[in-house]
């Protein structure tokens, strides 16, 4: 591997004097990033992006980019009592190698300001360089390249060796294989709004051209990726404003193939036959995205609240039901008491009494004489064996 020597305007890469930089200019701050990141490769460590101060118009006028080593670690991130896992080792020296750029406004370019060439520590080798953190990118094309070959039931150590053999070598590629791993993993979990969800909202939308009073919404992200998204149809509205007194709300854990939790709205009718009310995709399982979910239920459903909710015990779910429901009866469904019980009981006899009392059709003052015996049975410790103390 040859080493870079000199810049476009000779200047040394692999040992620069402060002379040598001063007064270099760049025309946006990325060509100054790339500068510094280039002269970093050649000589052996990493870069870590620092400081960044902007104007007013909210442009970038002062920039530092640092030796990865830089600083020490906090040392109370060291003496944790609470701490479960060892600490990680300590990769920071104090480094003081730095690059500061600032912003000219007449000229409208980066002039470099300051420039610390010093390091306290051993750099890499030029064989190593390329395997530092700063250096391992992952380009659009060949996150483009790696999606395709995966959707043509390419595994992704074969399409890291395939690329490896494009580039002519490992270090060549830019980037390892557990960095085309995590890379392709959080492009499977991000959703943008094209592909299949573009398709599903063309879907939704032709449903509501045939159905006037179909309701449907979404939410995005700060970065453009899809999050929530809501539907129901005229049906499901007629259905609600019919036997929507009681709301049962059921979340299906995670069943696709995007790793989204599937939210269904349904109850049961006259004929005991379940209906339901609306579905939604979740991009969590947050307070924030329950309380976004029901007030926009409640939109779609003309603003009428249930008398009774049932739904397992997640605590966030239960804290957006208190918050837009408040009165509301919120009431767990007799399948996760059932299974919370057989979890938790380990007495077979008051596990069976505790069924029964779920399940049996007893009346009213039966059951409550039955309830009160297994409230005294669980409450009283058992008696000792032997002499009493």
């Known amino acids: 591997m040859v080493r870079q020597s000199s ?8 040992a620069p004097r402060k002379e040598d930089v001063m007064g270099k200019e760049f025309k946006t701050i990325e060509l100054a990033e790339e500068y510094y990141m280039s002269y ?12 960044l101060v902007r104007n ?3 442009k970038v006028c002062r920039r530092r980019w640092c030796c990865s080593k830089e600083g020490l670690r906090n040392e109370k991130f060291n003496d944790r009592s609470d701490r479960i896992r060892p600490p990680k080792a300590i990769t ?3 480094c003081s190698a730095h690059f500061w750029v600032g912003y000219e406004k007449k000229r409208d370019v980066y002039v470099f300001t300051n420039f610390e060439p010093h390091h306290n520590h051993q750099l890499v080798i030029p064989l190593e360089s390329p395997y530092l953190r700063c250096n391992r990118v992952i380009r659009k094309s060949d996150l483009a390249q790696a999606v395709g070959m995966r959707r043509a039931l390419f595994r992704t150590c074969q399409t890291y060796e395939y690329m490896m053999d494009q580039c002519g070598g490992y270090l060549n590629v830019g980037f390892q294989i557990k960095d085309l791993y995590n890379k392709l993993d959080a492009s499977r979990r991000e959703i943008l709004l094209d592909g299949d969800t573009e398709a599903a909202l063309c879907y939704l939308k032709a449903k509501g051209a045939m159905d006037p009073e179909f309701f449907c919404t979404f939410s995005v992200d700060e970065e453009n990726r899809f999050g929530n998204l809501f539907w129901r149809d005229f049906t499901s509205l007629l259905d609600y404003i019919a036997y929507g007194d009681v709301l049962i709300f059921d979340s299906m854990y995670k069943t696709n193939v995007y790793d989204k939790p599937l939210v269904l709205f349904v109850s049961l009718n006259n004929y005991r036959s379940t209906v339901m009310f609306g579905c939604t995709l979740l991009q969590d399982e947050t307070f924030e995205t329950y309380k976004w979910l029901l007030e926009t239920f409640m939109a779609s459903m ?4 249930p008398i009774s909710i049932l739904t397992d015990g997640d605590e966030a779910m239960r804290k957006a039901i208190d918050d837009v429901f408040p009165m509301s009866n919120h009431r767990l469904c007799l399948w996760h008491v059932s299974r919370n019980a057989q979890n938790n009981l380990k007495d077979d006899e008051l596990l069976r009494n505790f069924q029964a009392c779920i399940w049996e ?3 009213l003052d039966e059951f409550e004489k039955k309830w009160e015996v297994l409230r005294e049975r669980t409450s009283t410790p058992k008696q000792m064996v032997g002499n009493d103390v």
């Open 40 to 51: 970093a490769k050649g000589i052996g460590f990493s870069v870590r992006k620092d400081k």
């Open 7 to 14: 810049d476009d305007n000779g200047v040394d890469m692999i």
């Open 361 to 363: 059709p007893f009346a």
């Open 302 to 305: 003309k603003d009428k609240k």
């Open 92 to 94: 920071r020296e104090n």
């Open 56 to 58: 007013s118009e909210g």
